[in-house]
């Protein structure tokens, strides 16, 4: 079944992610895009992870999952660990509170599932085969990384001070419209 994508304010959300791994880091690292307070539980982590941390970017604690005390709180959980009894159980009790949760390669434990995503500032494209096959996801997202134009972010700015200064009817939408079909689109 398709998932619908559904696009949602992280800033100043508390995350959770369990793991410390390259997983867990490639998932934190698309997090931090998004602005939440993220919280990571593992035992051992990356130097990245670890850096973060040391700067004050996030909170690490290197020690053991509690799954029943550490989603207290919680806004978002994500499992980055092999343990599916651990997914299972995070996964359950995530489900009994209403906490979104993604288990990393166990749509079966997700709630939601986390996109490829490519990130230009405000300019966001989600990716998704429901779980059913990531790699797929992944390469879509090469794919269109190399077409969306390197000044998207600024085309998106622009757009943006239009909408900005009047309403966009009528004369203003083609107004509007010039001004789209005027910009270089760099790809």
Not at 15 to 28: P, S, Y
Not at 128 to 137: E, F, M, Q, Y
């Amino acid at each position: 079944m398709a998932l619908f994508p559904m696009f949602v304010d992280l800033s100043d959300k508390n995350a959770l992610l369990v793991g410390g791994g390259e997983v867990a880091t490639r998932k934190l690292k698309t997090l931090l895009h998004f602005k939440p307070k993220v919280t990571v539980i593992s035992k051992d982590c990356t130097e990245f992870i670890e850096n973060l941390a040391q700067n004050g970017k996030i909170v690490l604690y290197k020690r053991e999952f509690e799954p029943e005390n550490d989603i207290k709180g919680r806004d978002l959980v994500i499992v980055a660990v092999d343990s599916i009894k651990l997914q299972k159980v995070a996964y359950n009790l995530c489900k009994e509170k209403s906490i979104p949760i993604n288990c990393v390669d166990s749509p079966e434990f997700c709630s939601f599932i986390f996109p490829s995503v490519i990130v230009r500032d405000d300019f966001v494209v989600g990716i998704s085969t429901s779980g059913k096959a990531p790699l797929v996801s992944r390469k879509t997202r090469e794919a269109l990384e190399r077409i969306i134009p390197k000044n998207i972010s600024a085309i998106v700015k622009g757009i943006e001070k239009i909408r900005q200064s009047h309403l966009v009817k009528g004369e203003k939408r083609k107004e509007m419209d010039r001004y789209i079909r005027k910009l270089k689109w760099n790809c």
